[in-house]
């Protein structure tokens, strides 16, 4: 039953959020898909994304995670980058979010976009950021990226946003630049 109260309540909270105008498309495939600024309630309203509540109510928080990484975290600047129609999107966008708002991270903090199947937005949000695969989860601290998050993770999604907050050494799969151990 709690967790039906606090699923109801995240829910409630989100919906008093206006979701953005997209653009709409389709994949060579003929999936819908939404591209442009988005936010959580684009994710909750927009018909082909409904994989994000009942992906986002499965994903548990870690014990201790928010503890560990709230101060960290909420100090930086992120960006994320998905695909409405990707599956890798579905299965790690609505776990990142959960972690974010598990960290009570101010959401002004964080600019969202849904990409085209080529990764790609019509207004080139994603101009010079190397985007290769969604999801993406790149972090900025003091106006400079950090690292980022891409795919899928080494770990786990918990554990490696974990390494990155904390300034670890961490490497995504894509990374062209090995890091020592």
């Known amino acids: 039953m709690r967790k039906i109260l606090i699923f109801l309540f995240i829910i409630s909270c989100n919906s008093n959020q206006k979701s953005l105008p997209v653009s709409l498309g389709e994949t060579l ?41 709230k101060k960290l975290l909420n100090e930086m600047n992120l960006k994320l980058f998905l695909g409405t129609w990707c599956e890798d999107s579905e299965r790690e966008v609505p776990g990142m979010i959960k972690l974010l708002e598990s960290s009570d991270f101010d959401f002004s903090k964080i600019e969202i976009y849904a990409v085209t199947e080529e990764k790609y937005t019509y207004e080139n949000f994603e101009k010079n950021l190397n985007l290769t695969n969604v999801p993406t989860l790149i972090f900025y601290k003091n106006g400079k990226e950090i690292n980022r998050f891409v795919e899928f993770p080494n770990i786990s999604l918990a554990k490696d946003l974990e390494n990155i907050i904390q300034g670890k050494k961490y490497q995504n799969p894509y990374s062209e630049i090995k890091v020592d151990e």
């Open 29 to 69: 495939d003929g999936v819908p898909f939404i591209t442009g600024k988005i936010n959580r309630q684009n994710l909750i309203e927009f018909e082909h994304s409904k994989w994000f509540l009942s992906e986002y109510e499965k994903y548990q928080v870690p014990v201790g995670w928010v503890k560990k990484n």
